[in-house]
């Protein structure tokens, strides 16, 4: 009876270690992304290749429901945001775990922004994504200044106006 | 020799043994626990893994949560949990 408290301390330990958060990225983290994109797994696209731009990277799937709002959305504040000259670019994580699914989504919601797959979801666990959708919009040296979880349609203005805080 | 022998079965059966050795196997298995995360739950968000797969019916239930419960969502993977709808 002696042994109680000490075996259930001992059980309680285990679950707390077991229950560790998993890594999450911080504000002015800066994490560069290459992978292959979804229409062509030859063709690798990185973050790098943004790095004079304001980058939202959105990471998303086909089953997500708010998704089909939002990527429509940032397709148009995308044009926006370019004809009024501003150095913007949408970069979009998808995560499916059957590609084509993913093209089929893209098929009835198409975007013009270069669309990549982590098949092997490294980028969301070194991001810490807790939700989909999750984005980070990167500033113009590659860190993460914002970060944002889910998607209602009034989140687009918001997004608008950090996107011209960040742009000189 | 004998009474060593004799203490140690009587070990061999007492509860005490077998508790340990109910918790430590208890304990082995949490090694295969696994948490689902948020990007892997593509099969869980299929309209045939919610509470109710038929839509109409699915839809009715959620109406009646909604007006008599005031609650709303988290029936399936897709469309709950991210304060999105």
């Known amino acids: ?168 | 020799m004998r009474c060593c022998l004799k203490i140690r079965s009587e070990y061999f059966f007492s509860i005490r043994f077998y508790g340990g050795v109910i918790i430590l196997l208890s304990l082995s298995g949490l090694t295969g626990c696994a948490s689902v995360e948020p990007w892997e739950k593509g099969m869980l968000a299929k309209p045939e893994m919610g509470w109710t797969p038929d839509p109409i019916e699915a839809a009715m239930e959620s109406h009646i949560f909604f007006s008599k419960e005031g609650s709303s969502g988290g029936n399936v993977s897709g469309g709950g949990g991210c304060g999105c709808n």
């Open chain 1, 1 to 168: 009876m002696h042994h109680t408290i000490p075996v259930c301390i001992l059980i309680l330990i285990v679950f707390i270690v077991l229950s560790a958060p998993a890594n999450s990225a911080k504000i002015g983290d800066s994490y560069p992304i290459t992978l292959p994109s979804l229409f062509d797994s030859k063709k690798n696209i990185s973050s790098n290749d943004f790095k004079e731009k304001v980058l939202y990277v959105d990471f998303w799937a086909s089953w997500c429901i708010p998704c089909r709002k939002s990527l429509p959305q940032l397709n148009e504040l995308r044009e926006r945001l370019k004809r009024n000259g501003k150095d913007f670019e949408i970069l979009a994580i998808n995560l499916d775990s059957d590609p084509n699914e993913a093209i089929a989504f893209l098929n009835k919601y198409p975007v013009d922004y270069p669309v990549v797959y982590d098949a092997e979801g490294k980028y969301p666990k070194l991001y810490g994504v807790k939700g989909m959708p999750t984005s980070y919009i990167l500033d113009l040296q590659g860190k993460i200044r914002y970060v944002h979880s889910g998607f209602r349609s009034s989140d687009i203005k918001k997004i608008e106006a950090l996107v011209h805080e960040m742009l000189p």
